[in-house]
């Protein structure tokens, strides 16, 4: 195909992330590093909400079990769980990383998640608990730049 089949827009600037909702399979969420957080509608071509951070959010994660939950990771060294019904205010506020989070990312069940942040850790995350139950670190590691559960939550993957 030389043509795209649809062309989504709502800002000018580059994108940084883009997710399918896993269950809800037209809505696409993207973040982008004018700090906006829109979420698509892909059967009609348009935009449905649009979320304005105040600062830029480099990775998101839909919850595979909670399909309306969605977890941003953000350059103010926090993560935020949001409800695509109502973008208003965060459900839950993920502290303890001290610089950058590049990037997140939920465990099978959706009880859980895993970040990875420029402070060279790597925290796992209750899905409604504001701080980290688990944090990796060590000599060697270098900044964090992706993370990933392994398909059956047995192993976390970093780099």
């Not at 827009?9 to 906006?36: I, K």
């Not at 989070?101 to 796992?124: A, K, L, Q």
């Not at 392994?150 to 993957?157: E, I, M, P, Q």
Request: glycine share 6%.
């Amino acid at each position: 195909r030389s043509e795209p089949v649809v062309t989504l827009s709502w800002g000018s600037e580059s994108v940084q992330s883009v997710r399918f909702n896993p269950v809800e399979r037209h809505v696409l969420a993207s973040t982008a590093s004018d700090r906006s957080v829109v979420l698509h509608d892909i059967r009609s071509g348009t935009a449905i909400r649009k979320l304005v951070m105040n600062k830029r959010s480099n990775a998101m994660c839909w919850n595979p079990m909670e399909a309306f939950n969605f977890v941003l990771a953000n350059e103010d060294h926090n993560l935020y769980t949001f409800d695509m019904r109502r973008m208003d205010s965060a459900k839950c506020v993920h502290k303890d990383h001290v610089s950058a989070v590049m990037d997140v990312d939920f465990s099978p069940t959706g009880r859980e998640f895993v970040s990875g942040s420029y402070d060279r850790t790597v925290r796992i995350f209750r899905y409604n608990e504001g701080r980290s139950r688990e944090v990796y670190h060590g000599k060697r590691m270098q900044r964090i730049f992706s993370v990933a559960f392994s398909g059956d939550a047995k192993f976390v993957l970093s780099g």
